[in-house]
């Protein structure tokens, strides 16, 4: 489950730069960069959130 949401991640951040980086491409940055904060949240929270102790 960790491996699918850090592909995810990977994938969502090279949108982003893509669509920075080519000029008439920015919606693609925008989805990449909403795509990457959803993703990086759902993982979060599955993961349980903040862990206490070590």
């Excluded at 951040?13 to 491409?25: E, R």
């Amino acid at each position: 489950m960790i491996a699918l949401i850090v592909i995810l991640l990977i994938v969502w951040l090279v949108l982003a730069v893509l669509g920075f980086a080519i000029k008439g491409l920015l919606w693609l940055a925008i989805a990449g960069i909403i795509l990457f904060v959803i993703t990086a949240l759902i993982g979060y929270i599955r993961r349980g959130g903040r862990k206490t102790g070590v």
